[in-house]
């Protein structure tokens, strides 16, 4: 679990989906599902503005009975977004996902954005960890791992 964050980014690709600060809702969400992704990065040319979620499109625009059509991201994006660095370790990300019930960050570098983690990177990462921990085990026991 020190594993750090970086490590998974380069697991996964440093590929990031963002939109300007001037998308609607409508625009931001056609962007989530393009892309097949639960948050997308809001960008304020090369600063990170803010996060826009799935979450965001039903507590903030639905249930708020706001028009997507007109509505800017900006209004309903969360915009104080929680960030890490590349050597934040797995550990400390599961930490901050389960105490501040977030699901994706940022991961930002020299004021730079490098990168996005979600909650389903870390679980994945986690799974295949412990999947190969196991076979590991499982060729010691039987006496196949050579040493």
């Not at 040319?45 to 009975?65: H, M, N, P, Q």
Request: charged content about 20%; overall charge negative; glycine content about 6%.
């Amino acid at each position: 679990m020190n594993t750090s964050i970086a490590t998974l980014l380069d697991g996964k690709g440093r590929a990031l989906h963002a939109v300007p600060v001037t998308v609607t809702v409508y625009e931001a969400v056609e962007a989530m599902n393009q892309h097949r992704i639960g948050a997308i990065l809001v960008m304020d040319g090369a600063k990170l503005a803010g996060i826009f979620t799935e979450r965001d499109v039903l507590t903030r625009v639905i249930a708020a009975s706001l028009n997507p059509q007109v509505t800017p991201v900006s209004q309903v994006m969360s915009s104080d977004v929680l960030t890490i660095a590349p050597d934040a370790t797995v550990q400390q990300v599961m930490d901050i996902f389960t105490e501040k019930r977030c699901r994706h960050l940022p991961v930002i570098q020299n004021d730079q954005l490098v990168g996005l983690i979600s909650i389903g990177d870390v679980s994945r990462w986690v799974a295949n960890s412990h999947r190969a921990e196991a076979e590991s085990l499982r060729q010691y026991i039987a006496g196949d791992l050579s040493t």
